[in-house]
């Protein structure tokens, strides 16, 4: 049973023109729709060829259509699918009848898989990933949202709330039944050690959420240097084409340039920086700071150093690790022991050695594609909540069983909203206001 009352469609495909637009229809009046546009209905799940009509009866299209009787649809509600020539004018055709039918209305951001939420077809972690799955642009980003899309790191995150809901349990049995033969031995033997395994696998998980952050915003890498050193003719190198100005003279950059690559999967942002040196002008002071600013931030840092002139480190201290490049090889000065990898722009050596470096070191930080890690803030927010109470109830061993066992209620509760499994209605726009409209 639907538990919205109005219909919504949207286009759920690419940009037009194109060569099949998907309009997507849900909700209590899509038999309505289908009955209108279309006809009688057909098997569900078995595409028809038919000739799609207005209200008046005036033919807009011929394409397939597709019947999904709820709850066995994507958004658990009778649902209709239209695959239509892909040409502005038939797709605005098509979504003006609709428009104009009674109690069908056009869909927002995220309001089919949010009706998918709030029917039980998939819970928050799921419907996150999804727009994940929808926004990836590597094959690293693909499988690690599809991991989540699966399901797994929601059963995992509801393993934990079980184990907080038997402890609960297990306490209450001691308070109630404690004179009873058949109650298990005490709680400090049975609950409070399991707790304490729950917290720290908490705490581990949280750990991951860097990873999962570069996986979806990309492994950071910039590229630092004395002015005229090679950075900008390394970045246009790097990308193969000219991104950045290339000149003989110093500070021409003084901003920060920024360049995504995808490099066997794995999404690398690379970011060409102001030269390092005691500014002259106000504008370079500031361009050097963001250097600076940016190159601590950074997850690796390639620091390119003039073997002509053997130039000393630009930046002591950072926190990233980093690549020691020596640049101009092409002018036989230097020495290469000196450096973890040599390159010159001219001929090109050494370019490849280094994307290798930067692809092995983005490949490392990432970690196991198999992995399960939190893929939201709001997910490491909701998880450490939860670990604080548990933390807090095994602190108060001297307190009574009623006020620990209220810590792990709490706990599950936090736990419970990752999910959705707990009262998330505050969340729910921010969340779906994020997608695509039509998904």
């Not at 840092?301 to 950072?318: Q, R």
């Amino acid at each position: 049973m639907t538990l919205f009352k109005d219909t919504i469609f949207a286009l759920s495909s690419g940009r037009l023109p194109a060569g099949v637009a998907v309009v997507r229809i849900s909700g209590p009046q899509s038999r309505f729709v289908y009955e209108t546009m279309i006809g009688s209905l057909p098997t569900a799940r078995l595409a028809k060829l038919a000739t799609i009509s207005n209200r008046g009866g005036e033919p807009l299209d011929r394409g397939l259509a597709l019947w999904f009787d709820g709850p066995a649809s994507f958004t658990g509600e009778d649902s209709l699918e239209l695959h239509l020539h892909g040409g502005v004018a038939v797709v605005t055709a098509v979504l003006q009848a609709l428009g104009e039918l009674d109690d069908v209305r056009h869909a927002e951001p995220g309001e089919f898989t949010r009706r998918a939420f709030a029917h039980g077809k998939l819970d928050l972690v799921q419907a996150e990933a999804l727009g994940d799955l929808v926004s990836a642009e590597t094959e690293a980003q693909r499988r690690f949202a599809l991991l989540n899309a699966e399901g797994r790191q929601g059963a995992l995150y509801r393993s934990w709330r079980e184990r907080l809901v038997h402890a609960r349990a297990m306490i209450e049995a001691e308070l109630d039944f404690a004179d009873e033969a058949d109650v298990p031995g005490s709680v400090a033997d049975r609950i409070w050690p399991d707790m304490e395994r729950l917290a720290q696998e908490i705490a581990d998980h949280c750990g991951h959420f860097r990873r999962a952050e570069m996986l979806r915003d990309g492994f950071d890498v910039v590229i630092i240097g004395a002015p005229n050193a090679g950075k900008s003719s390394l970045l246009n190198a790097l990308v193969q084409r000219d991104v950045a100005i290339v000149s003989n003279e110093a500070g021409t950059t003084r901003d920060l340039i920024e360049v995504a690559l995808d490099l066997e999967g794995y999404k690398v942002r690379i970011t060409d920086t102001a030269g390092l040196r005691d500014a002259e002008g106000a504008v370079e002071r500031i361009g050097v700071d963001r250097a600076i600013a940016r190159a601590r931030g950074a997850h690796l840092v390639v620091e390119v150093l003039d073997m002509s002139e053997m130039a000393a480190p630009t930046l002591d201290g950072a926190p990233a690790p980093q690549i020691r490049v020596g640049s101009k090889a092409d002018l036989g000065r230097g020495d290469a022991a000196n450096f973890d990898v040599v390159i010159s722009t001219v001929d090109g050596r050494g370019v490849d050695t280094l994307l290798g470096l930067i692809r092995d070191a983005a490949k490392a930080a990432a970690g196991a594609s198999t992995d399960l890690a939190p893929s939201r803030l709001r997910q490491v927010l909701l998880l450490k909540d939860g670990e604080r109470h548990i933390r807090r109830s095994l602190r108060m061993d001297t307190a009574s069983l009623e006020l620990r066992a209220e810590e792990l209620r709490l706990a599950g509760s936090a736990l419970g909203r990752i999910t959705g499994d707990v009262d998330v209605e505050d969340l729910l726009d921010a969340i779906f206001s994020n997608f695509c409209i039509g998904k």
